[in-house]
């Protein structure tokens, strides 16, 4: 079958911004990485060394409003879900991400961007078989009102988003994808983070939000869209939901073959239930995608086989 190789980035592609919350300039770099490396920050622009961090739920160090990753000496990067799921979404299992300030960059507030990061590298197949994180049984997570998911999904990897707003303007909104290159680019890249006008001062005297504006944020107050320019989509908010839940669980670090619901959620749901499916052994294992092979007249089941169909695998197939 096709696509069942490990995937990175053919070159480097350089995309430079400001960080939605610190309001600094930044610049970052996407870049091949060898098989099995999964993804792997480097923060660059240190007083000291570059330090490595890996995009992997147990370095996440804060997921107030963003997802942080950091190390024991502290925090490295922050809102690192939107390339994250970029890189997920698009097929991609191996990359650098060279960051030089202490987020990524928020760009128009979606995955757009990196996308056209990605595109610009482009995407080569590798040696090695892809992996993948096969869910078992399900795991659940609730935080209040807010209640999370993974289960076990016949194909591939889907997601689905409820949200509940005290607000006119979004309200009750419902979202599903079931995830591949295509569906990703066209349905939730370029989805815009959001936000409400009466909580700036509390988040500005917090620390946050100082590098957003109508440019990379959807803005609402009581009864009103602010951005003069509208919605990219009628549920954009939910589906701007479903792309960081892509990014957050991709921090299991390996492709997840399952489906995920989250009700009201938000970084601290997706990772609580990621890092409960990962604490349990019986929940899930590591299987690999089968050989590519010439196309038969069928296909027995056995080794390789998962829920009996061969374990699918994202990603153009480029070489």
Request: with cysteine; glycine share 10%; hydrophobic share 45%.
């Amino acid at each position: 079958m096709k696509f069942s190789r490990q995937t990175t980035l053919r070159s480097q592609a350089t995309v430079t911004g400001v960080g939605v919350h610190s309001g600094l300039p930044v610049s970052l770099t996407l870049g091949p990485a060898p098989v099995d490396a999964g993804f792997i920050f480097v923060r660059t622009g240190l007083e000291e060394a570059d330090r490595e961090v890996p995009a992997v739920a147990e370095s996440v160090t804060a997921t107030d409003l963003a997802t942080v990753l950091g190390d024991r000496e502290g925090p490295l990067v922050s809102t690192a879900e939107h390339v994250l799921a970029a890189l997920r979404g698009m097929g991609v299992d191996n990359a650098i991400i060279e960051v030089d300030g202490p987020e990524v960059p928020i760009m128009d507030g979606s995955a757009a961007a990196f996308v056209a990061a990605i595109d610009q590298a482009g995407i080569v197949t590798q040696s090695a078989s892809r992996r993948f994180i096969q869910v078992l049984k399900p795991v659940q997570i609730a935080i209040g009102d807010s209640f999370g998911e993974l289960r076990p999904h016949a194909n591939g990897f889907r997601v689905e988003v409820e949200i509940d707003f005290d607000n006119a303007m979004i309200g009750c909104q419902k979202y599903s994808i079931d995830l591949n290159p295509e569906s990703f680019r066209r349905e939730i890249s370029r989805a815009r983070t959001f936000g409400f006008m009466n909580n700036v001062a509390r988040l500005w005297s917090a620390g946050f939000a100082r590098g957003a504006s109508f440019e990379n944020t959807v803005v609402f107050d009581e009864a009103r869209l602010l951005n003069t320019e509208g919605l990219r989509f009628s549920d954009e908010c939910a589906r701007h939901k479903a792309l960081d839940a892509v990014g957050d669980l991709t921090l299991a670090g390996l492709p997840l073959l399952g489906a995920y619901r989250s009700v009201r959620g938000g970084h601290k749901l997706n990772h609580a239930v990621l890092t409960a499916l990962l604490a349990d052994r019986s929940a899930w294992r590591v299987v690999e995608a089968e050989p590519a092979r010439r196309p038969r007249a069928h296909v027995e089941a056995g080794a390789g086989m998962v829920g009996g169909m061969i374990a699918p695998a994202y990603g153009p197939d480029v070489s």
